[in-house]
């Protein structure tokens, strides 16, 4: 049975920075595309970042790009999110999903295993 599992939420002040780490079992992340998504309260759900099966392999939106890091640590089987310079309008669930046939994919439809979410509250 393919299952992940967010950790790594919590709340931080407006600059600080999280590890959001999502952990695999039952399937190999190493070989399947990997993806993070938030849902604020009142917002529908956006992707913010997507890896490969090569390093290179990324994407990030543009709200995110350039503080969020996506990446995948194959000895742990898990796809990590580093957030730095948060601010309050990244508060949010954030829920990690993977495609159980796609090496790589922007597109969310695609994704089809997905993580029970994670809480981020920025706020001083």
């Known amino acids: 049975q393919w299952q992940l599992v967010e950790s790594g939420g919590g709340l931080v002040q407006p600059g600080g920075s999280l590890r959001l780490s999502c952990a695999a079992s039952?399937?190999?992340?190493?070989?399947?595309?990997g993806g993070w998504f938030r849902q604020a309260p009142g917002k529908e759900r956006e992707a913010i970042a997507y890896?490969?099966?090569?390093?290179?392999?990324?994407w990030y939106a543009d709200s995110v790009q350039g503080r969020f890091t996506i990446s995948k640590d194959i000895a742990k089987n898990t796809v990590n999110l580093q957030m730095n310079s948060l601010k309050p309008e990244d508060t949010a669930v954030y829920y990690c999903?993977?495609?159980?046939?796609?090496?790589?994919?922007?597109?969310?439809?695609?994704?089809?295993?997905w993580g029970q979410g994670t809480q981020v509250t920025v706020s001083s």
């Open positions: 999903a993977a495609s159980r046939d796609l090496a790589w994919s922007i597109k969310p439809d695609e994704y089809d295993v």
């Open positions: 039952g399937f190999s992340l190493r070989f399947n595309a």
């Open positions: 890896v490969g099966n090569s390093e290179y392999s990324t």
